[in-house]
């Protein structure tokens, strides 16, 4: 199952919400939140953990969505 991340505004801020973890962080720049965000999203995917980053704008808008495949160890790839 693929990791969530959602970034969305929260009071004068914007906040990283997921699944993975209880508590979600607070930034007062959406930027530094999207970073964040795609950080924890290329490390859950480096970890071999898809990852998906959803952001939304300030009226509950959708601005976009990246996905993040899981990377996997090339000693398991399947031959092509």
Do not use: C
């Not at 990283?16 to 979600?24: A, H, I, K, P, Y």
């Not at 999207?34 to 300030?58: D, K, M, P, Q």
């Not at 976009?64 to 092509?80: N, T």
Request: avoid cysteine.
């Amino acid at each position: 199952m693929a990791l969530k991340i959602s970034v969305v505004p929260a009071g004068d801020g914007w906040a990283v919400r997921s699944n993975g973890f209880d508590n979600e962080m607070l930034f007062q720049a959406g930027a530094k939140a999207e970073a964040a965000a795609r950080a924890l999203a290329r490390r859950s995917a480096a970890e071999g953990v898809s990852a998906e980053v959803t952001i939304y704008l300030r009226d509950g808008a959708l601005a976009g969505r990246v996905s993040h495949p899981a990377v996997l160890d090339a000693r398991e790839a399947v031959p092509a």
